[in-house]
T-cell receptor, first 117, second 112 residues
Framework: AQTVTQSQPEMSVQEAETVTLSCTYD???????LFWYKQPPSRQMILVIR??????QNATENRFSVNFQKAAKSFSLKISDSQLGDAAMYFC??????????????FGKGITLSVRP | NAGVTQTPKFQVLKTGQSMTLQCAQD?????MSWYRQDPGMGLRLIHY???????DQGEVPNGYNVSRSTTEDFPLRLLSAAPSQTSVYFC???????????FGPGTRLTVL
């Protein structure tokens, strides 16, 4: 079974600075997808970024980028030029690329990011 | 295009009552699922469906039923509510079993 670990329950960053959120995972599969979801106080789960395991290039979406280290099973999220609206809980998640699996998203426990003005 | 919608947004039940949480998507997604979110636990899969007429259990299915009579709708039924079912419930859908899942706004359920 796959597991996702987010070991830091809370982090804080100064507005306009850069912060990195850590995530590690465990799997015996070679093909899978990794995600970061953002959950602001509104409770809505918002997709931030997605990484395909077969791609060596790290995914980027505007101010958000990942450092994907497949051998180390590490998937960190970097937020550049942090904004007050980035304050939220962030979840790292894993999904198998095997269509025969039950295809669930396996989530970490989340990390609460606060942004200081 | 409304995406994934859920009703109600909030609900309070008494122990033993039953109710149905509604979920609908207008993206013609084959895969739909229900998760519950508890403090410090992340999200856990309750039930899922890979298409109309096909459902299966996730990690925490006890006390919940689902059915999928159409591609668009995937209701979650609580048969006899218990305080342990107090949680936030999310419905999600994806085009395929491996594609990105998109989430509804959630339902906060309190069972007294």
């Amino acid at each position: 079974a796959q597991t996702v670990t987010q070991s830091q329950p809370e982090m804080s960053v100064q507005e306009a600075e850069t912060v990195t959120l850590s995530c590690t995972y465990d799997t015996s599969e070679s093909d899978y997808y990794l995600f970061w979801y953002k959950q602001p106080p509104s409770r809505q789960m918002i997709l931030v970024i997605r990484q395909e395991a077969y791609k060596q290039q790290n995914a980027t979406e505007n101010r958000f980028s990942v450092n994907f280290q497949k051998a180390a099973k590490s998937f960190s999220l970097k937020i550049s030029d942090s904004q007050l609206g980035d304050a939220a809980m962030y979840f790292c998640a894993y999904r198998s690329a095997n269509s025969g699996a039950n295809s669930k998203l396996t989530f970490g426990k989340g990390i609460t990011l606060s942004v200081r003005p | 295009n409304a995406g994934v919608t859920q009703t109600p947004k909030f609900q309070v039940l008494k122990t033993g009552q039953s109710m149905t949480l509604q979920c609908a998507q207008d993206m013609n997604h084959e895969y739909m699922s229900w998760y519950r979110q508890d403090p410090g636990m992340g999200l856990r899969l309750i039930h899922y469906s890979v298409g109309a007429g096909i459902t299966d259990q996730g990690e925490v299915p006890n006390g919940y039923n689902v059915s999928r009579s159409t591609t668009e709708d995937f209701p979650l039924r609580l048969l006899s509510a218990a305080p342990s079912q107090t949680s936030v419930y999310f419905c999600a859908s994806s085009r395929t079993t491996t594609d990105t899942q998109y989430f509804g706004p959630g339902t906060r359920l309190t069972v007294l």
